[in-house]
């Protein structure tokens, strides 16, 4: 990655992945589990490494792209493994639990926000999760467009992913701006002609050097 994004000059649009970005999702322990599995297990009593596997060990392109409910996968589940579960506890703790912005892309967000510079998410989450994100957690109110692959059928990456977000923003693909913490993601972007930025843990200020033209002509 070059200490300045080349060909900011054209960008209209900057597109965010959401979970590893804007939000500083947990990451799994040595067992494979997530934060917010193990609060659940403390709070509801259960076995989380089991439902964790049950729910999401298996075809997660099925969750992801809205063809498998995870309501359906954690009642199957509680019901195999005859516990007393209502799937909505289980999803309430994840959901909050497993929302943690990063205040200084909050304060990009809001700066392009401010500078006219359109905005929107683009995340691979299955559909509940997504409508949380956009509706409970306020991000549809901060963005001018939120794209879910559990909404669109379509995960990252896709190529057919990128040309629905095009076409939804009616942009050419030089004009959007990519930020994403995974690498084929990114060069599927790129490949396409968008601009894109391969954000790593903690990256927000390598991405405002990167960005900052930008930047300054949003607060021109």
């Known amino acids: 990655m070059s200490e300045v994004i ?15 970005v804007l939000n500083r999702a947990g990451r799994p ?11 659940v ?3 509801l009593g259960i076995d989380a490494v089991a439902m964790g596997k049950a ?10 792209t809205g063809k498998d409910d995870v309501m359906d996968r954690l009642a199957d589940w509680a019901e195999s493994a005859g516990v007393d579960l209502a ?36 995340t691979n989450n299955d559909s509940r999760r997504a409508r949380w994100i956009a509706q409970d957690a306020g991000w549809a109110e901060r963005v001018d467009a939120f794209f879910a692959s559990g909404e669109t059928g379509l995960m990252k990456p896709n190529p057919a992913a990128f040309e629905a977000v095009e ?16 690498a ?24 405002v050097a990167a ?5 300054l002509r949003a607060q021109g």
């Open 6 to 20: 080349e060909g900011l000059d054209a960008v209209r649009a900057v597109v965010w992945d959401f979970d590893g």
């Open 29 to 39: 322990d040595a067992q494979g589990i997530f934060p917010w599995q193990a609060l």
């Open 41 to 43: 297990g403390r709070e």
């Open 55 to 64: 729910v999401f060990g298996r075809d997660k392109a099925a969750l992801f």
């Open 87 to 122: 799937p909505e506890d289980v999803l309430e703790l994840w959901f909050e639990t497993d929302h943690d912005p990063d205040p200084e892309l909050e304060r990009i967000v809001e700066m392009l926000a401010q500078g006219g510079i359109v905005q929107a998410i683009f």
């Open 167 to 182: 076409k939804a923003l009616d942009m050419a693909p030089f004009e959007i701006l990519f930020i994403d913490d995974t």
């Open 184 to 207: 084929a993601n990114i060069a599927a972007a790129e490949k396409r002609g968008w601009l894109g930025w391969d954000y790593e843990p903690n990256g927000a200020r390598a991405l």
């Open 211 to 215: 960005m900052m033209p930008l930047l």
